[in-house]
């Protein structure tokens, strides 16, 4: 059985209730988190400025805790995700800063366990073509490596939308010939394995691509997931199977999903980027909920490996 975890919102408040999740998380035999690293914001009642304390600082005064508390209820952190956007064009101060949030990501991801960072890659816009694009993605990744090959994380990018004029269109790094560009180019500088690739089935879904298609061209770079349904015309991160196409058919084609993945090999853990759901539901039906969720990821870990 593949591992399945999930990112919910819920955990993100400096002063959240965690424990009460976590028991239960256990008690629907959740495995882990996706863990928010972008959840330390101002809003969530966090420092201003947040990473520009030290790795040590944050452990100390914020991570020592949390990563007792998951320790203590058998939780892993499956993945984790670094604050986003992690540039803007010409916000060369602040993307500074974002360049800093990413490194500390990759400290803080070592120090929870996590294997896999998400890191969201440069996007495209109106005035900036695809080589000028590209360009930004392989400076901006490359100055990751260091940090990256220190901790022993491997840097996952994702596939991204965007929308003009009101129309969603696919961005950097749904095509899945421009990932595999990326990710080996990124790799070759290293040297070694430290970019692999987040699928984001949602956002698949959302701009059309084909699942199957892509899945099978991404082949093993895929490390991680992002499992959750989508809208026609709004990227929705709720629970799977509660979005209808047509033919009373699910509006995400989970079943080309499932069966590229299996096609691939993948190993990865069955993960869940449906923190709406933890919104829209009311609290005290979330035990009920988290137990959905791990009866769905059964059924695709079941689909995927065969077992």
Not at 31 to 46: A, H, P, R, V
Not at 269 to 298: D, K, Q
Request: proline share 4%; glycine share 8%; net charge negative.
């Amino acid at each position: 059985m593949l591992k399945i975890s999930l990112i919910n919102p819920k955990l993100n408040p400096v002063n959240a209730d965690r424990e009460r999740y976590y028991q239960l998380y256990r008690a629907a035999r959740i495995d882990g988190l996706d863990y928010s690293i972008y959840k330390f914001t101002e809003q969530n009642g966090y420092e201003p400025r947040f990473f520009e304390m030290s790795t040590e600082e944050i452990i100390e005064k914020y991570l020592a805790k949390e990563k007792e508390e998951l320790d203590r209820y058998g939780l892993e952190v499956c993945q984790t995700h670094a604050p986003s956007p992690t540039y803007r064009h010409g916000d060369e101060q602040g993307n500074r800063y974002r360049l800093l949030e990413a490194k500390r990501s990759i400290e803080i991801s070592k120090y929870l366990g996590s294997p896999y960072l998400i890191v969201h890659p440069v996007q495209e816009t109106m005035s900036y073509p695809l080589a000028e694009i590209q360009k930004r993605n392989i400076d901006y990744y490359s100055q990751l490596i260091d940090t990256a090959k220190q901790n022993g994380v491997t840097i996952c990018l994702e596939n991204m939308w965007n929308i003009r004029n009101g129309n969603i269109f696919e961005c950097t790094c749904e095509d899945p010939n421009e990932t595999n560009y990326y990710i080996d180019t990124l790799n070759k500088m290293a040297g070694e394995e430290i970019f692999g690739f987040c699928f984001d089935v949602g956002h698949a879904s959302l701009v059309a691509r084909n699942i199957k298609n892509t899945i099978l061209t991404l082949g093993g770079r895929i490390k991680a997931l992002h499992i959750h349904d989508t809208g026609k015309n709004a990227d929705l991160h709720t629970m799977p199977f509660t979005q209808m196409g047509s033919g009373n058919k699910s509006l995400v084609d989970y079943v080309s999903m499932t069966t590229a993945l299996r096609t691939v090999g993948y190993r990865g853990a069955i993960n869940f980027e449906a923190h709406a759901a933890f919104e829209v539901f009311p609290e005290p039906t979330h035990g009920a909920l988290l137990g959905m969720f791990r009866a769905i990821g059964e059924h695709f870990s079941n689909e995927i490996t065969g077992e």
